[in-house]
Structures are given as C-alpha cells and as structure tokens.
C-alpha cells in the first residue's frame, strides 16, 4: 500500500465529488469576486459537473494506485498521462462548446 497515493486519491476524489455536486464553487475567490454580469453568462452547475468529474477521474487513479500493488509504477504513468491528454481535450472542448454559456 502506498500511502500518499492514498491521501491524494481521497483528496481529489473528494474534491471532485465536492464540485461535481454543485458546492465547490461557492467557496472559490475568483467566482465570490466575478461581477454578477459575468456569473449570468455562465452555466455553472453543468460546467462543475464537468470539472467534478475529471477531478473525481484523478483521484480514483491515485486510489487505484494506492491500494492495487499490481498497478505499478509505469501502468500508473500511463494512466496519468491518459489523463493530462483527457483533461487538455475537455479543457478545449469546454472553451469551443457553447454547452457551459448562456445566450
């Protein structure tokens, strides 16, 4: 067992679930202090979802890591390198979609 793959797997796990339920936003200094103008043109619990979801995806990798000694050292590379790529393209595909805006 490895027990910092541990932590950090529930930590995102955690956080991810946090803002894939619609909380984790609330609590973010840069959405407190975004003019109200800004916040309509937004859809922001879909986008959390979104967000969550990745986040949420990171760390079960590290829990999966953690607790299976059969996912070594570079299946898990792999698996976070499959992830970064994952994430750039949501990343992309939230920045061209007009999925997360309102009109």
Request: charged share 15%.
């Amino acid at each position: 067992m490895d027990f910092t793959c541990i932590f950090f797997g529930f930590l995102f796990t955690f956080a991810g679930l946090w803002f894939a339920f619609g909380k984790g936003y609330l609590h973010l200094s840069l959405w407190k202090n975004m003019p109200q103008k800004e916040k309509d043109k937004l859809r922001i619990i879909p986008l959390c979802r979104n967000i969550g979801g990745i986040i949420t995806l990171n760390g079960v990798i590290f829990l999966v890591k953690g607790f299976l000694p059969l996912f070594s050292s570079h299946w898990f590379v792999y698996a976070m390198i499959a992830w970064m790529i994952l994430a750039g393209l949501d990343v992309w595909y939230i920045e061209k979609s007009n999925r997360y805006r309102r009109p």
